[in-house]
């Protein structure tokens, strides 16, 4: 059972370069959801998708773009990278709506870099 | 804007002692409650919630909520040095399920 699949755990990028974050969950969830961590703060919320097809903005999701064509699926993309956006990013799927409890499932991270 | 508030600490216990960390937040439509821990370099990781006003209890670990003060806290008993972390605060509001974190309170247990 993998659970929530991020790749690439590590990344460097150049200024104005682009690239996709991967993530991809097995276990069925609807929500999904992109958070950035900056050192010494909590997560931030980029973007979240209820449901295959259907995704929306989070608190930071300027610099970024998403899709969900699949429920297992929900990649990143950052366009034209900047230095602010070097952070750890974190996917993550929720059993939103789904019995009592709701509980976050987190992919193990990706440390971008850009200089 | 939804704002969760912690003391980012460090907050330094004994072992054994009773470890306790706070959190407020701003929206009174708030209605679930998170705690996550997160080891260095790792992910979070949940390891309490609460829904409902009081106390609620799980191993070594019990979270307390107060909707009126708008405060929610976990308290770590007999807290071992394999608890260092950081522990993030999350509130979502009803029916919402996207949850709000806060800046995490770190946690060092010294033997």
């Known amino acids: 059972n993998a659970g929530v699949t991020q790749t690439p755990k590590f990344r460097i990028l150049k200024i104005g370069q682009s690239m996709t974050l991967q993530c991809t969950q097995d276990m069925n969830h609807n929500y999904m959801y992109w958070y950035r961590q900056d050192p010494g703060m909590g997560l931030k919320l980029i973007y979240y998708s209820v449901g295959a097809g259907i995704t929306d903005k989070g608190e930071v999701p300027n610099g970024y773009n998403v899709s969900r064509s699949t429920t297992e699926d929900f990649p990143l993309r950052l366009e034209l990278a900047a230095p602010s956006q070097t952070s750890v990013y974190f996917c993550?799927?929720?059993?939103?709506?789904?019995?009592?409890?709701?509980?976050?499932?987190f992919g193990s991270g990706t440390q971008l870099s850009v200089l | 804007q939804k704002e969760v508030e912690q003391n980012s600490g460090p907050l330094s216990v004994p072992e054994g002692a009773i470890a306790s960390l706070n959190c407020t937040y701003s929206d009174r439509g708030s209605q679930s409650f998170f705690w996550y821990r997160q080891y260095s370099g790792k992910s979070p990781e949940l390891i309490m919630s609460i829904y409902s006003n009081g106390d609620k209890e799980d191993g070594r670990f019990t979270a307390q909520l107060n909707k009126a003060s708008q405060y929610v806290s976990l308290l770590i008993r007999d807290s071992q040095p394999s608890d260092s972390a950081t522990y993030l605060c999350a509130v979502s509001s009803g029916g919402s399920y996207i949850p709000t974190f806060g800046r995490g309170t770190s946690l060092i247990v010294h033997p």
């Open positions: 993550a799927s929720s059993t939103a709506g789904v019995g009592a409890n709701e509980k976050l499932f």
